[in-house]
């Protein structure tokens, strides 16, 4: 019996290692921008921000990407930061899961 259990442990225990990182999303609300940058690779640049306030995900480097085609998501958050309009929303991404880098979905300026 004590045989059949440490066996169904591990295979429980290499099952969950063998499971995919699961991708995370969430909606944050009333941030700032602390600061902005444009990083160039072979396939366009790429735009990040940080923001002032902490997030609910862990974001590799605390930064959050903006993919080149989105430039006009990065243009708000350049707004954002010129004439300290308040982020009432941004919708952030995690397809790598926890620790992985961060993409902004969604982003949504109030005064």
């Known amino acids: 019996m004590l045989k059949a259990i440490r066996t169904l442990i ?4 290499l099952a969950a290692c063998a499971m995919p ?3 995370h999303a969430t ?6 921008v602390k600061k902005l940058g444009v990083q160039g690779n072979p396939q366009g640049n790429s735009y990040y921000v940080i923001l002032n306030e902490p997030i609910s ?3 590799l480097y605390n930064a959050l990407y903006i993919a080149p085609q989105h430039k006009d998501m ?6 954002s930061k ?3 309009l308040i982020i009432s929303r941004i919708d ?3 397809p790598g899961g926890n ?3 961060c993409t902004v979905d969604l982003v949504e300026l109030s005064s």
């Open 99 to 101: 620790g992985t880098h």
């Open 27 to 32: 909606t944050e609300v009333n941030k700032t």
């Open 57 to 59: 995900l862990n974001c």
């Open 10 to 13: 591990a295979v429980t225990g």
């Open 21 to 23: 990182m699961l991708a």
């Open 92 to 94: 952030i991404s995690q």
């Open 74 to 79: 990065f243009a708000h958050l350049l707004t």
């Open 82 to 84: 010129a004439t300290g």
